[in-house]
């Protein structure tokens, strides 16, 4: 039996549930820099938990094609996690609410980065297209950070 997902659009409302769409949009903002720059400031909580701190890591993953075949999600439990793309390429998120949950694909526009909070469940780093880079901020401390689950039969992501 094939299990199929269709992408949606990455919007703020569809995924909040998950976490915060990070993207220099909306007119709440200030200009700074003399004028020449938009400040769109405080776009995401995040959270390190009490034994950890903020990192800052890059992360080269290689491009997926659409479609997409998947089987495994994860979460980290001890903090939150901002995936900030190098350049402007749309990627794939996937999230779910729970490993027995049907999981949710949305596509990024090519100028947004996301956050997940701590210990939603989610795939892995999906870009489509080379390089493939990104800033992540996430929680570095002395615990473990990641529980993985892997789907009895994959799921397919199709192009929109």
Aim: hydrophobic residues 40%; contains cysteine.
């Amino acid at each position: 039996m094939t299990r199929i997902l269709t992408p949606a659009p990455l919007t703020a409302q569809a995924f909040a549930p998950y976490g915060e769409v990070l993207e220099a949009s909306g007119d709440d903002f200030r200009l700074i820099n003399e004028g020449w720059c938009q400040r769109h400031t405080d776009r995401a909580r995040l959270d390190f938990g009490p034994d950890g701190r903020a990192g800052i890591s890059l992360f080269q993953a290689r491009p997926r094609s659409l479609p997409y075949s998947f089987d495994l999600i994860e979460r980290h439990p001890e903090g939150s996690q901002a995936f900030l793309p190098m350049t402007q390429h749309p990627f794939l998120v996937i999230v779910s609410d729970g490993p027995e949950a049907v999981p949710r694909a949305f596509l990024t526009s090519g100028a947004q980065g996301i956050n997940l909070r701590r210990g939603t469940w989610h795939g892995v780093l999906t870009p489509l297209h080379a390089p493939g880079l990104f800033a992540v901020v996430d929680r570095i401390g002395p615990t473990p950070n990641v529980e993985e689950f892997r789907y009895g039969q994959p799921w397919t992501v199709l192009a929109p």
